[in-house]
């Protein structure tokens, strides 16, 4: 498998909030991910994050996904983010923001 993540889930709550994200992240749609560290990222989702097999660094298997986002006023800029890292998603675009 190969694919490393800092954490991994196997419990049915953690992976119905990781699925939960991931329909709150169309490809194309334009969104400001809250961080659970109060930080926060502004961009642009590339595709629609899948969950997916990953190891942590104890070798246990489970579930994660990350989401990639872009700025295209900065064509270079791309950043991964994991999403069990998210709080809260708001969107910017009008095809998603009347659904929060």
């Known amino acids: 498998m190969g694919r490393l993540a800092e954490h991994v889930y196997t419990d049915q ?8 994200l991931i329909e709150e992240l169309p490809a194309n749609g334009h969104v400001v991910l809250l961080m ?21 660094p104890d070798e246990r298997e489970g579930i994660n996904a990350e989401v990639q986002l ?23 675009d009008s095809a998603m923001a009347g659904e929060n």
């Open 13 to 20: 709550t953690s992976i119905r909030q990781i699925k939960s």
């Open 36 to 56: 659970k560290d109060g930080s926060s990222w502004d961009g642009i989702v590339c595709t629609r994050p899948n969950v997916q097999l990953f190891r942590d």
């Open 70 to 92: 872009e700025r295209p006023d900065v064509p270079e800029w791309r950043y991964k983010i994991w999403l069990d890292e998210i709080a809260r998603v708001e969107h910017l």
